[in-house]
């Protein structure tokens, strides 16, 4: 679904939204290789600070570059 092509320009930048196995904290970060959707990642949650957390979405926000 999300090849990497380089070199054509801008490239949208997914966001990564995290649910925390603990607490039930969602949050979000740049998206990064290797992600999908109910995947269990190590990384810390903010909150709590329990390292296991679960990606619940993958959206991606586009660039406005023009503003009128
Ligand atoms: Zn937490």
Redesign the pocket.
């Known amino acids: 679904m999300f090849q990497s092509r380089q070199g054509l320009g801008k490239v949208p930048r997914p966001l990564t939204f995290l649910l925390?196995?603990?607490?039930?904290?969602e949050n979000s970060r740049p998206f990064k290789d290797g992600d999908y959707v109910f995947k269990e990642v190590e990384e810390k949650?903010?909150?709590?600070?329990?390292q296991r957390?679960v990606i619940t979405g993958i959206y991606v926000r586009e660039e406005r570059q023009q503003a009128r």
Request: charged share 25%.
């Open positions: 925390c196995l603990n607490c039930k904290t949650c903010p909150k709590c600070g329990e957390m």
